[in-house]
Every structure is written in structure tokens, then in C-alpha cells.
């Protein structure tokens, strides 16, 4: 994941362009991808997709014949989809035009302006402190014109048409933790799914922010009703605990997994509630698509001090970080696809496992979680728990509870009623 990370760092992605082909490109050559091109001027709901954003270079000569702000420096130095500029001016004419964090004067902030036509540059809110009066020569060499919007989109087909989605984010230049996290993250989880047998079948998108979650909607009508659980996974590779956040409701299954995920397996792990702002979760839980899909990042959006300046560079991605990320994804998709109401054949007490073997079968260092595990499922298997509430309940690990289900199928003490297997 790091590698990977590494790879798609310096590529320049924006909302559009070359740069997110690339990164597709890339991600490509890990796993098959469908890409999606989605043309300039196409209604996706209240929004149009923009033109097509293209940088060849920009930078600013001072005064003193010094290059400053270069993006062949680095990319966040030019605010995204700046349009064409090649003139001298005043330090006091080009003031308006200088962004920087005066909060972390040594970062390059990372801006864009999408929707308003703009031009600007981002440098340390130190550097411009220290720029002189005098003529500045000013060079943007882009192009705003007709083109498309890219997305990616890998399948992965299941026993069931039943759908679980993934989506990330892809549209931030040479910014580690917050996009390329959650683009690794995912690619990762696709090997895995593609490496096992799923009920439900899987679609992970790769797409810009907000647009790119309305245009993917937009393109992909037929596939809403088949959508079951989702999860915007992005944010994932930093060093703090992992962040769920609920769906609208909070009441869809992959929120009562995912909390009990955080609370039974993810130490200093925090849930939030839905709110009205973040990332595309609240696209895909508008009003109309109504889809219950959460969020998993690790700090919330502004929440590490790094977030949105040239700061969350590679050095913030740490490799466990990501490994948990993933662990949590596929933990996850094991309850969503195991989930179901289970029944005891064997009610009246606690049945003699010792007598069919099981009993002896628990060794090693989890035994004591697995002999629970199984106390657990006989004792909410009765019609009213499915698996997701005895994870919940239980404060157990998932794989605990799924192990102590195979053992006693295996013994004839729990049976899957043939009306609730779907
Ligand atoms: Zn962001």
C-alpha cells in the first residue's frame, strides 16, 4: 500500500484531467479497472461537469529574479484549476492571488477553485511574508476546456446481485493521507475480495469528491437498488484510532458492525454520528438515494494537523495504520456477508460441548474468547439476534464469533433456517 501510495504521489489530480488517468493507469496495473469518462457539460442531478482541467506550468519570478511558487516544485503551489495567466504585475496586484496558512506558516495550503472562474497560488505564509514590492512576472500555462471527468470502478460479482460499495476519493494532488489512503486501501481490499467467495458482490469506486460520487450515481442508476451496505473509505493511514461515522439513519446494518467493530476491536476507536457535511457518504445518504453508507477514515476530515497542506506527505502514512484500515474493511465485509439470525437446535441450557468435542477443539491463546464466542451465539440465538447484534453484544472479536459459528454448525447445535439464508 505504501508502494502504491508512493507511485501516485507526485501525479497531478484535480477534479478532471490527466493526472486522475494516470493514477487509474496505475492502479490498473494492480488490478483490473473500468474506467468511466463522464463528458464536460453532463447534468449529473444539480450539478454540470465541468471542463477539463490541464496544467503544463506555473510559477512566479520576483523581483530579484528568483522562481518561487513553482508547481514543478510541487503540485499544491498552483491553486487547482487556475485559469491561464501569463502577466507582470505588483506584488500589491498579485497579494490577492497568494494563498498561505498563517495557522502552520511553514506549509503549502492546499486550495482549489472549482466552480468560480480564478487563478491563484498557494506558498508558506512565511515566504510571503517576505516578498518585496517590486514586478512580479506571473506564468499559469493551463487549459480549461471540453474534455470529461474520470472515474474508476473495479467489480467484483458475488453469488447474489445484492451489491456492497466502496468508495474513495481521488482528487487531491500530492496529498498522502487524505486521498491516497483511502485509494490504497481499497485496491488492497479488492485483491482480497476477488480471493474469496462473496454473497454479495462488490463495487469499488474511485472518483473525484461530491461531483464524482453524483456523476458515479448518475451513471449507475440501475445499480441503486441493488446497493445493500456501503462505505466511503478514505483518511485511512495516519497514525490515530479509526473513525466511523453512521449512516443517516444509523440504524443500517453495516453501522451496527461497524460500531461494534470500533468498540470491540479497535482500542481508543470513536464513533460519530451522521452529519450533513464530510465526505460523499452524505451524497449517497441524500434524500432520494437514501443509501446506507457510512464512513470509516481514521482522524475526521480536519481533525490532524497536517490535513489539506503539503504536510500530509508520505512520511504521515504508516504502514499498520493502513493494515488496520484494511483489517477493518475485510472484518467488516466477513459480518455483512456472515451476517444472518442463526438458531439453537439446542435449547434448555447450555448444551455439553465438552461431549461433542468442541470443547477440546479450542486451543491457544484465543480460547478463552472462542469458549465466549460460543456461550454468546447459543445464548442470542433464539429468532431475536442476528450475528451483528452478538458481535455487538458480546464485545468480542468478529472472527471469534464466526469461528464459534462454524463449530457448532459443525456439531448440529445451530442451524440457518432456509427462509432467512438470503
Ligand atoms: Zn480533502
Given at each position: 500500500m505504501i508502494a502504491l501510495a508512493r507511485d501516485l504521489f507526485p501525479l497531478n489530480r484535480s477534479l478532471t484531467g490527466e493526472g486522475v488517468r494516470a493514477t487509474l493507469r496505475r492502479i490498473a496495473r494492480e488490478i483490473p479497472l473500468d474506467v468511466i469518462e463522464v463528458p464536460t457539460g453532463t447534468r449529473v442531478f444539480d450539478w454540470e461537469i465541468p471542463r477539463e482541467w490541464s496544467l503544463r506550468q506555473a510559477y512566479i519570478v520576483t523581483p530579484d529574479g528568483r522562481r518561487i511558487a513553482d508547481a514543478a516544485v510541487h503540485n499544491l503551489h498552483v491553486m487547482g484549476y487556475s485559469g491561464p495567466v501569463r502577466a507582470r504585475m505588483t506584488l500589491g496586484e498579485l497579494r490577492p492571488h497568494l494563498h498561505g496558512d498563517p495557522a502552520r506558516p511553514t506549509v503549502i495550503p492546499y486550495r482549489t477553485s472549482?466552480?468560480?472562474d480564478n487563478w491563484g497560488f498557494c506558498l508558506p505564509q512565511a515566504e510571503i511574508d517576505t516578498l518585496a514590492d517590486g514586478q512580479y512576472e506571473v506564468v499559469i500555462d493551463a487549459n480549461l476546456a471540453p474534455g470529461s471527468m474520470t472515474l474508476g470502478e473495479i467489480f467484483v460479482p458475488g453469488e447474489t446481485d445484492a451489491e456492497t460499495l466502496f468508495y474513495t476519493h481521488?482528487?487531491?494532488?500530492?496529498l498522502a493521507n487524505d486521498n491516497l489512503s483511502g485509494m490504497a486501501v481499497c485496491v488492497e481490499l479488492a485483491r482480497w475480495l476477488r480471493a474469496r467467495r462473496n454473497r454479495f458482490s462488490y463495487r469499488l469506486v474511485f472518483g473525484p469528491g461530491t461531483i464524482g460520487s453524483l456523476a458515479w450515481l448518475a451513471m449507475r442508476r440501475d445499480v441503486w437498488p441493488r446497493i445493500r451496505h456501503g462505505l466511503v473509505v478514505v483518511?485511512?493511514?495516519?497514525r490515530a484510532p479509526l473513525t466511523y461515522k453512521a449512516t443517516r439513519?444509523?440504524?443500517?446494518d453495516i453501522d451496527r458492525i461497524a460500531r461494534a467493530y470500533i468498540a470491540n476491536?479497535?482500542?481508543?476507536g470513536t464513533v460519530i454520528p451522521f452529519s450533513?457535511?464530510?465526505?460523499d457518504e452524505r451524497q449517497f445518504g441524500?434524500?432520494?438515494?437514501?443509501?446506507?453508507v457510512g464512513r470509516l477514515t481514521r482522524?475526521?476530515?480536519?481533525?490532524?494537523?497536517?490535513?489539506?497542506?503539503?504536510?500530509?506527505?508520505?512520511?504521515?502514512?504508516d504502514a499498520d495504520a493502513l493494515s488496520g484500515s484494511l483489517r477493518a474493511c475485510q472484518t467488516i465485509v466477513a459480518a455483512l456477508e456472515s451476517n444472518a439470525h442463526y438458531r439453537?437446535?439446542?435449547?434448555?441450557?447450555?448444551?455439553?460441548?465438552g461431549r461433542r468435542g468442541i470443547y477440546r477443539s479450542i486451543g491457544g491463546p484465543a480460547s478463552g474468547n472462542l469458549q465466549k464466542a460460543m456461550l454468546w451465539v447459543l445464548s442470542l440465538s433464539?429468532?431475536?439476534?442476528?450475528l451483528a447484534g452478538i458481535y455487538a453484544r458480546s464485545g468480542l472479536p468478529f472472527a471469534d464469533i464466526e469461528r464459534a459459528v462454524g463449530l457448532l454448525t459443525g456439531a448440529g447445535l445451530l442451524e440457518l433456517p432456509a427462509d432467512v439464508s438470503a
Open positions: 472549482y466552480y468560480a481521488t482528487c487531491h494532488p500530492s483518511l485511512a493511514g495516519n439513519t444509523g440504524q443500517a476491536e479497535e482500542p481508543g450533513a457535511w464530510g465526505y441524500s434524500p432520494g438515494f437514501a443509501l446506507p482522524s475526521a476530515e480536519e481533525g490532524y494537523p497536517e490535513y489539506h497542506s503539503s504536510a500530509d506527505d508520505l512520511s504521515i502514512l439453537n437446535t439446542s435449547p434448555y441450557g447450555e448444551p455439553q460441548l433464539d429468532g431475536t439476534e442476528d
